[in-house]
């Protein structure tokens, strides 16, 4: 398929539904609602991101996707081609690099390794060492090219199978979680990979699926968020934060604080509240419909022989828009 | 243009496939201590009571040949029969499935790096067995002798592919089903006793393990004075070998296709821990 033959929208999907079944203690059958009837629109060249808490539905998405999962029900379509009808058509369009993957055989070296992949994508060795050369210099690998798998981290193992994914230079890439358990610098190198590759071939797509906030935010074209298998916001992350441009969002750190959710539970004025022990203190997270209601949360934090120690007022952050939809934070940081 | 592709990828999948068992014989040494020694001393056990009872001194090499097809059905068992629960384990069997190639053709690699490497190893210890007990074949019969041996692994390595695609389904099962598979088949198979002494219609039974008739061929061809103890005439044989070949591939062919499909609506193709 050439770039001009190629479909507007890379991946579209229509009331996708999965259910699991599963089997309980006693024999009777427990069905487990993955996906919700899932309406998607990627474009060509976008690099959309899908952000959600785990077991949300991101990774059964990225199955059915890449032809690993059939749907209960509903379609999907990757680069045109219906996934259930012809799985091995789509094949050919995609790849995919899961965070914590642990593929490959021990006993061959990290070039071995992703040359054998490649012989299952039919590429000519003299091609695929090229491309392994110049994916292991982006990752930071090119000096553990002749290392045994097995004598790898799990840091740099997941470098090489992010090597893997673009080594076969896909017109449609699935991501998940690719940054998962990496270091700060290789985290920050990859991403800046992801960015420039989409950036530099305007007709390839990237569905990123992450945990990482900051991530999503820095480097998605659009943001879905995905909670309980149901699509609860799709936008630009701009627009997203857009949304919460009215409130008001507040950090607050304050003395450890017995029962916070109790605590605010009567105050008016709250939409959305979270709350993280950390290093001895409480530290509390408010989105708030009027500022006001502010000084009835210090009253509270007072009341309660409370001290306070900060408090922060900021712009609205993609993970403030992921509290206010799902009603909880992922309380993870991006390395 | 587009079936010379498929070619290109299907051949190409194959020795990418291939390539972990054959360089795993050059960097993985302990080959030669658990995959030679620990052979010989089961095939010593037989070869001393042979001995002990004065059987005809063929039966020695008889005993070498069957302990040196043992690697094979090994071989069959644990890396093509339960191979793809581990694969799925690993997350190799996501990447090969989502991967534009045929999955005969990653079976077909797993075959053929096993044959090799399974050669090696069975060369070694007919080799190292004929030393030690002084055996002497009679190499009359070359192309029967080498169609007899194709056939085998032909029939017994597509035997394995079915098996690897009914396994596709399973977890630790599969583990479990390649042990309870291992011992009785070397009663059945008659790896160190003629086949016929179970009598005609257990050893016809078990005539559908390839191994079984292929054994019995290669007695007959490679000892001719034991010729009186073969189970059927080796052009039978040879003829049952091609058929179970062919049966066997097709078999796989549609099983992988059907369990794939299958194991894609049950959510099973990268489900780890089962």
Known sequence: ??????????????????????????????????????????????????????????????????????????????????????????????????????????????????????????????????????????????????????????????????????????????????????????????????????QERSDKTILLTTHYMQEADELCDRVAIIDQGKILACDTPANLKKRLQRASIFRLQVSALEDPDSLFADLEGISQFAHVERNGHTELHFILEDEHSLMDILGAIQRSAGHLISLEKREPTLEDVFVSLVGHGLSEEAP | MKIRREVEVFLRTVLGRAYPRLIGLQREKSWLFFDILLPLLQVSAFVFVYQAIEAPPEFTGFVVLGGAMTAYWLNVLWSMASQLYWEKETGNLALYIMAPTSRMAILLGMALGGIVATTFRAAAVILAGSLIFQVTFAVARVPELLGVFLLTL??????????????????????????????????????????????????????????????????????????????LAVEYELGILAFLSVLFVWLAHGALRHMEDLARREGRLTVRGQ
Do not use: C
């Open chain 1, 1 to 198: 398929m050439t770039v001009d033959q190629q479909p507007e929208i890379a991946v579209r999907t229509e009331q996708l539904r999965r259910i699991y079944k599963a089997k309980r203690r006693e024999g009777a059958q427990r069905e487990i609602v993955a996906l919700d009837g899932v309406n998607l629109e990627i474009k060509r060249g976008e690099l959309f991101g899908l952000l959600g808490p785990n077991g949300a539905g991101k990774t059964t998405l990225i199955k059915i996707l890449t032809t690993l999962l059939a749907p209960t029900s509903g379609r999907a379509w990757v680069a045109g081609i219906d996934v259930t009808e012809n799985p091995w058509e789509v094949r050919r369009h995609i790849n995919m690099v899961s965070g914590g993957e642990s593929s490959g055989y021990g006993l061959l070296t990290v070039e071995e390794n992703l040359w054998m992949f490649a012989q299952f994508y039919g590429m000519d060795s003299k091609t695929a060492r090229q491309r392994i050369r110049a994916l292991l210099e982006v990752v930071g690998l090119a000096d553990r090219a002749k290392t045994k798998i097995y004598h790898l981290s799990t840091g740099m193992r997941q470098k090489m199978n992010f090597a893997r994914g673009f080594l076969t230079d896909p017109e449609i890439l699935f991501l998940d979680e690719p940054t998962l358990g990496l270091d700060v610098q290789t985290a920050r190198v990859l991403r800046a990979f992801i960015k420039q590759w989409v």
């Open chain 2, 154 to 231: 032909i029939a017994l390595y597509g035997m394995g592919m079915l098996f690897s695609s009914l396994f596709l389904l399973f977890g630790r099962e599969a583990w479990h089903l390649s042990n309870l598979l291992q011992e009785p088949i070397f009663l059945l198979s008659g790896f160190y006793f003629p086949v016929k002494s179970l009598g005609f219609w257990v050893a016809l039974s078990a005539s559908i393990i390839p191994i079984t008739l292929g054994l019995d061929a290669l007695r007959q061809l490679l000892f001719p004075g034991l010729l009186p103890l073969g189970f």
